[in-house]
C-alpha cells in the first residue's frame, strides 16, 4: 500500500511520528490531490469534486505553512521528496 511505503521513507527518530505526523498527512493529501486532478481532466463539469479539491488544497497549505515556520529544514526535505513546490529563480 502507498502509506506503508511511505512510512518507510520518513526517518523513524521518534515513535509519534507515523500517521499523525504532519509529513504523513502533507504526503496523504498530495495523493488525493493528483488523484481528484486525474478524475478533474476527464470530468469537467464534477463542481463537488473540484469544491473538494479546493478544501484539501487549503489544508494542505496550511500543514505546509505551519511546518516551514516550525521546521524549514523538515519542510524543505518534505518538498523536495513531493517535488510540489517550483525552484525559486532568484
Known sequence: MIKNSFISIIPQEEKEKKKGS???QVFSFTNKIRRLTSHLE?????????????????KRQRLLTYLSKK???RYKKLIGQLDIREPKIH
Do not use: A, P
Open 71 to 73: 521546521n524549514g529544514v
Open 42 to 58: 476527464l470530468h469537467k463539469k464534477d463542481f463537488l469534486s473540484q469544491r473538494g479539491l479546493r478544501k484539501i488544497l487549503g
Open 22 to 24: 504532519v509529513e504523513f
